[in-house]
Structures are given as C-alpha cells and as structure tokens.
C-alpha cells in the first residue's frame, strides 16, 4: 500500500509540475526562444514519466523522476539569480509557487521510492 501510495505522490507531482509549465508556455513562454521548447519538453516529459511511475514497477521511472525535479528546480534556481536563456525570475506568481512544491514533490518521494530498491541492491552486495 505504502508503494502505491508514493507512486501516486510521485506521478501527482510529476502531472503538478507539466501542468504549472504548460499553464506557463500558453501564458508567455510559447514566444520566448529556447525557454518556450523546454518548457514543453517538461510538459512532455512530466506526463511520460507519471504515467511510466504508475504503469512500471521499477526504478528507472523513480529515478527519472528525481532527475526531473532537480533539473528543473536547478533551471529555476538559475532563472532567480543568473537568468536562464535571457529569462528572469523573481518568485512572484502562484504558479512559480505551485512549481516549486510539485518538483519537491517529485525529488522527495521520487526519493522514498527508490529507497527499497537501493536497501535490496545493498543487501545484495552484501
């Protein structure tokens, strides 16, 4: 159930975060060089890995994603305080907000599910 549980978590913050980036690209983004395909890319990207973490029962959709939510808080970080691809941030709107909770989201229980597949490969090792 616990599995289940975070699998639902990690897919909620994966739907969370391409939701907030194509309710960004339809607002402003569709007409800004580079940051506007990416921006798709996340919609893309958010939707295959949730519906891989709920379909796959294996890591690689875990650590997918991980390595989505801190590549995106990472771009962000980049987009507050040295711009990112001429854009510039400032942590204004509710959809920076909702953002930035969904890729935590992501990472942190992306993180808790991967754990048991880590402790089976130690105990393995061992």
Do not use: K
Request: hydrophobic share 65%; charged share 15%; net charge neutral.
């Amino acid at each position: 159930m616990i599995g289940w549980t975070l699998r639902a978590l990690v897919a909620a913050g994966l739907l969370g975060s391409a939701w907030v980036h194509w309710v960004v690209w339809r607002d402003w983004a569709a007409d800004v060089a580079v940051v506007g395909p990416l921006f798709l890319v996340n919609v893309v990207a958010g939707v295959v890995l949730a519906v891989a973490v709920l379909a796959w029962r294996h890591p690689l959709p875990a650590a997918g994603a991980i390595a989505f939510g801190l590549a995106t808080l990472a771009a962000y970080g980049l987009s507050l305080t040295v711009g990112f691809f001429g854009v510039r941030e400032q942590f204004v709107t509710r959809e920076e907000l909702w953002g930035v909770i969904t890729e935590v989201a992501c990472v942190v229980f992306g993180a808790a599910l991967l754990t048991p597949w880590a402790r089976a490969a130690e105990r393995r090792r061992d």
